[in-house]
Structures are given as structure tokens and as C-alpha cells.
T-cell receptor, first 114, second 110 residues
């Protein structure tokens, strides 16, 4: 298993500002994923972040709005840029070791944009 | 692409009732299948998994069997408790890509 520390756990931000969310894992992992979960909804994959390569974004998500870093095998960040109230959501970091193995999740970051 | 279709609910049951939450999937190749649970205010926790056809995952009284012929992975529990109240997500993982169902909110009343 993997233990994931995600920071901050929650934040209230002004529109137009940016927030960087950190995801720290207690072991080296191959795959890291960032999801968004809007209230009462399922998880939507934002991007897959693999160490040493550019993040792969899902349809509807772009690097300028959600830049991602993956400097090593235990850490990643997601930035929500130029925020608007529509970005209010829970953002979840997830990790997996290899293809088709289970994914582990952080506790999430609850973001409110005012 | 791969996808998961899940009974959306909400589902409300009395304590000790039988639970079934349906999940079907569409995928190429041989995905692994999972059920995750999300308790109020918390992140997702793995409930059970199955990595190949006919595997049965089980945990905390919950069970699900990987049925390739019907592309299904239905979640069952024989006797639910109030503490089982949560949102349940069916998911598949295939070729470094994980997909989730819409989630089913379960409320168990005493």
C-alpha cells in the first residue's frame, strides 16, 4: 500500500488567484493521477503525471489552467490557475505502481473560490 | 474508450437488509476491477478488487465477482449496517488508465 499526504486539506481562495496542491507519497510510485470531484459527483480525471515526462491531460483540461509538476517518484503538484467559482471542487491525488494494480488516494483538497 | 456504468441511486435500506449495487463495464483487454468507498468528508478507500475473470473480491462482508461474460462486477452485502452509509464507486484500471462509475450513495437507516 501507499500513504499519501495531500496539502492543503482545504482552502478558500479569491477569484483570479492560483493555488498549488501538493501530493507526497511515502514510497516511489510509477503512476500519479489528479482528479476533480464536484459535490455529489463522481471523479473526473484531470491528468496523468509520470516522472520525467509531460503530464497527459484529459479532454477539457489544459496545461495553462492546471499545470502539473512531477519532479520525482514520490511527489507531484497540481496548480489551479486564475481561479473562478466554477473551480470550487475537491481535488484528489491518486497513485498506482504499475498497470492494472489498485490506486490509492489522498484525502483530497476541498477548494472554495469566492 | 473504457467506461464504467453504475447504478446511481441513491439507495436507502433498513439495517440488516440485503444490498446489491450493479456495475457493468466496457473495456478492451483484461482490466482490473475495483470497488471504492467514500465516507462523508473523507477520501476514497479501496473496498475490494478482482484482477481476472471469475475472481471474487471480498472485504468487510462485501463481495463482488468479476464476470467477463456479462462484463459485470456487482457489489453485494448480505446484511448492511448503519456504518455502511457512504458513496460507493465502481472502477476499472486498464493500460495505466483508471475510470470510475458515477457513484452510488447508500444510506442505511436503523
Amino acid at each position: 500500500s501507499a500513504v499519501i499526504s495531500q496539502k492543503p486539506s482545504r482552502d478558500i481562495c479569491q477569484r483570479g488567484t492560483s493555488l498549488t496542491i501538493q501530493c507526497q507519497v511515502d514510497s516511489q510510485v510509477t503512476m500519479m493521477f489528479w482528479y476533480r470531484q464536484q459535490p455529489g459527483q463522481s471523479l473526473t480525471l484531470i491528468a496523468t503525471a509520470n516522472q520525467g515526462s509531460e503530464a497527459t491531460y484529459e479532454s477539457g483540461f489544459v496545461i495553462d489552467k492546471f499545470p502539473i509538476s512531477r519532479p520525482n517518484l514520490t511527489f507531484s503538484t497540481l496548480t489551479v490557475s486564475n481561479m473562478s467559482p466554477e473551480d470550487s471542487s475537491i481535488y484528489l491525488c491518486s497513485v498506482a505502481q504499475t498497470s492494472n494494480t489498485e490506486a490509492f488516494f489522498g484525502q483530497g483538497t476541498r477548494l472554495t473560490v469566492v | 474508450g473504457d467506461s464504467v456504468t453504475q447504478m446511481e441511486g441513491p439507495v436507502t435500506l433498513s439495517e440488516e437488509a440485503f444490498l446489491t449495487i450493479n456495475c457493468t463495464y466496457t473495456a478492451t483487454g483484461y482490466p482490473s476491477l475495483f470497488w471504492y468507498v467514500q465516507y462523508p468528508g473523507e477520501g476514497l478507500q479501496l473496498l475490494l478488487k478482482a484482477t481476472k475473470a471469475d475472481d471474487k473480491g471480498s472485504n468487510k462482508g462485501f463481495e463482488a465477482t468479476y464476470r467477463k461474460e456479462t462484463t459485470s462486477f456487482h457489489l453485494e452485502k448480505g446484511s448492511v449496517q448503519v456504518s455502511d452509509s457512504a458513496v460507493y464507486f465502481c472502477a476499472l484500471y486498464n493500460n495505466n488508465d483508471m475510470r470510475f462509475g458515477a457513484g452510488t450513495r447508500l444510506t442505511v437507516k436503523p
